[in-house]
């Protein structure tokens, strides 16, 4: 089956620093790449659609200046949570969609994500 | 608008026992997906089932099983027999033609299941 992964899974930083999360597919190609979030014992909550080579599309009430996604290559995408402080402490999960030509539902396949604790 | 609703928080079942999860959800769409996941506590997303909403037939598998019935829109998960093994979070999912194409899951807020031995 498809794999996505994801580096770090954990990370600690200092609080004002930033830190980088890669999402890559490893054994497709994926145009479109999704980063979510997920506060201790809630659900996920998309943050921004990433597509490859354009801009990406963030959800309302997320701060696209604080979280800068990259989608430079077709099995990478990469989210830079900049000056991080300790509200964004956070599981952050991608996943990656299969890329195809058809009008219906696309496979998405979801990295293991990463944990964040800002000090 | 789109919702999902979970209404179970927490479910706590001794093993063996079976166990239903419950899921409504809210779409103005004619054609859209509903998901199962299951989230352990290692925190990675385990796909259980996708569900187009033109297929109304009731899946098994395994000890698992989908009643999925859009009078009622409601696409429950039952356990059978549960195991401790199956002490996750459950997070059912929709789907749909909406924000300009089948990219966005919209998640319920997950029912934390616990199997006691």
């Known amino acids: 089956g498809a794999v996505v992964s994801q580096h770090p899974s954990r990370v600690i930083c200092k609080s004002g620093t930033s830190v980088k999360i890669e999402c890559r597919s490893l054994d497709f190609q994926a145009t479109t790449m999704f980063w979510y979030r997920q506060f201790p014992k809630q659900s996920l909550m998309l943050m921004a659609t990433s597509n490859e080579g354009s801009k990406a599309t963030y959800e309302q009430g997320v701060e696209k200046d604080k979280f800068l996604i990259n989608h430079a290559s077709l099995t990478l995408s990469t989210l830079t949570v900049t000056s991080a402080h300790p509200e964004d402490s956070s599981f952050y999960i991608c996943?990656?969609?299969?890329?195809?030509?058809?009008?219906?539902?696309?496979?998405?396949?979801f990295g293991p994500g990463t944990r964040l604790t800002v000090l | 608008a789109q919702k999902v609703t979970q209404a179970q928080t927490e479910i706590s079942v001794v093993e063996k026992e079976d166990v239903t999860l419950d899921c409504v959800y809210e779409t103005r769409d004619t054609t859209y997906y509903l998901f199962w996941y299951k989230q352990p506590p290692s925190g990675e997303l385990v796909f259980l089932i996708r569900r187009n909403s033109f297929d109304e037939q009731n899946e098994i598998s395994g000890r698992y099983s989908w009643n999925f019935q859009k009078s009622t829109s409601s696409f429950n998960f039952t356990i059978t027999a549960s195991q401790v093994v199956d002490s996750a979070v459950y997070f059912c999912?929709?789907?749909?033609?909406?924000?300009?194409?089948?990219?966005?899951?919209?998640f319920g807020a997950g029912t934390r299941l616990a199997v006691h031995p």
């Open positions: 999912a929709l789907s749909g033609p909406f924000s300009g194409g089948y990219n966005k899951l919209i």
């Open positions: 996943s990656a969609r299969v890329t195809s030509g058809g009008a219906g539902y696309n496979e998405q396949f």
